[in-house]
């Protein structure tokens, strides 16, 4: 007992967070998107926004150690807005709600006057394309009436991104791969998530989607590098601002934005590619 204990201490120093919690939460969030998915898909497009309205809590705190300002309550009524407008209008529904929500929120910045207005204005801008924008995809992805397969396959896509690439980096992880922006990110750990996520991504497609086998393993590759920039942007941006988390609400992960990182920009890369197939193969 007292050697599997030393052995899971070891683990989460190098990991630099606890395993198990981490693991209970990854498998809880899992369930709960599916059964969103599998019992009505219209929760999974409010689970989404509730999602990113807690991320907008965590960046607007973030922002705020910098001394900018960035309107909470704003940004999450725009979400609601390009949560409905995607989940009712499609693609188009997020542009048009994105196009009308920017200059609102620019507006309303213009009550507190005009000092800081640009620092205000360019994180605000940040904000609303980085969280409520990009995970307006997310609701694509689930909007047709194979939504389920959609979102699932996205899930194990991302999903062995990150679990494969931090366990194996955690066990043989020994050269940095950004040591300025990630220290614990290792070129043996992107190995592994190349590798599981190709495998992944031919397994999905070829029997989840029904669709060539090779495409799935061309978009694991694609979401190892969307996944994995989206991970470097959000550690840039804690490096930044000098923040270890951008928050404690999920054990194991830190803040919602630490665990939605990889998905941000990943999703319009997975709804353009199934799009692309849907037009031309």
């Known amino acids: 007992m007292d050697d599997l204990h030393a052995i899971n201490e070891e683990i989460n120093r190098r990991a630099g967070r606890k395993l198990l919690p981490s693991i209970g939460v990854s498998l809880s969030l899992v369930s709960l998107v599916w059964f969103a998915l599998a019992f009505h898909r219209q929760l999974f497009a409010i689970l989404v926004g509730v999602a990113v309205i807690l991320g907008i809590r965590e ?3 973030a922002f705020g150690h910098s001394e900018t300002f960035i309107s909470a309550p ?8 390009l949560t409905f407008a995607t989940w009712r209008g499609g693609v188009a529904g997020l542009a048009v709600a994105t196009a009308i929500f920017l200059p609102m929120l620019l507006i309303h910045l213009l009550l507190r006057g005009p000092d800081g207005f640009v ?3 360019t994180a605000t801008t940040f904000s609303l394309i980085y969280l409520p924008f990009l995970a307006g995809f997310l609701i694509l992805l689930a909007r047709p009436q194979d939504g389920l397969s959609r979102v699932m396959t996205f899930v194990i896509l991302v999903g062995c991104n990150d679990t494969f690439g931090y366990f194996v980096g955690v066990l043989f992880g020994k050269h940095p791969m950004v040591p300025k922006i990630s220290p614990k990110k ?14 992944g991504g031919s397994l999905t497609f070829h029997f989840w989607l029904h669709l060539h086998w090779w495409i799935g393993a061309a978009v694991g590759l694609m979401v190892v590098f969307t996944a994995t920039s989206g991970d470097l942007i959000e550690s840039a941006m804690k490096r930044d601002l000098s923040l270890k988390d951008m928050g404690s609400l999920l054990p194991g992960h830190g803040g919602m934005l630490d665990r939605l990182d990889s998905v941000l920009l990943s999703a319009p890369a997975l709804w353009l590619t199934l799009e692309l197939v849907k037009r031309y193969l």
């Open 186 to 199: 290792s070129w043996e750990g992107l190995i592994g998530s190349i590798f599981f996520t190709l495998l």
């Open 59 to 61: 960046i607007t705190r």
């Open 74 to 81: 704003a940004l999450g009524l725009a979400t609601a807005g």
């Open 119 to 121: 620092r205000s204005a």
